[in-house]
Nanobody, 123 residues
Framework: VQLQASGGGLVQAGGSLRLSCAAS????????MGWFRQVPGKEREFVAG????????SYADSVKGRFTISRDNAKNTVYLQMNTLKPEDTAVYYC?????????????????WGQGTQVTVSS
């Protein structure tokens, strides 16, 4: 599967952005999907995950209550709605797919990765 992330940009603190990740391939509806982020010099960190049927999600503590992950299997797309953004949310955001079908949080459980989209939150 190939993944294409989009929707990043520059936003002021307190603002919102919605990231999208479009997937190719007919097996999208069977994959668990996740969003990760990375800043220079740091490891890629888990942000949010969703299972294949959308009835299971998981979030990093730092984004709970502010970010929402969702998916539309008919459109082969997963979304990350980011509200009340903070400067510390600034990072390159990556979408990823795992073949377990569940909302995994470990980097090494995801087999397919998109190219990343930059999110910059100004104070």
């Amino acid at each position: 599967v190939q993944l294409q992330a989009s929707g990043g940009g520059l936003v002021q603190a307190g603002g919102s952005l919605r990231l999208s990740c479009a997937a190719s391939g007919r097996a999208f509806s069977t994959y668990g999907m996740g969003w990760f982020r990375q800043v220079p010099g740091k490891e890629r960190e888990f942000v949010a995950g969703i299972n294949w049927s959308s009835d299971g999600t998981s979030y990093a503590d730092s984004v709970k209550g502010r970010f929402t992950i969702s998916r539309d299997n008919a459109k082969n797309t997963v979304y990350l709605q980011m509200n009340t953004l903070k400067p510390e949310d600034t990072a390159v955001y990556y979408c990823a797919a795992n073949e377990y079908g569940s909302a995994r949080s470990r980097f090494d459980e995801y087999f397919y990765w998109g190219q990343g989209t930059q999110v910059t939150v100004s104070s």
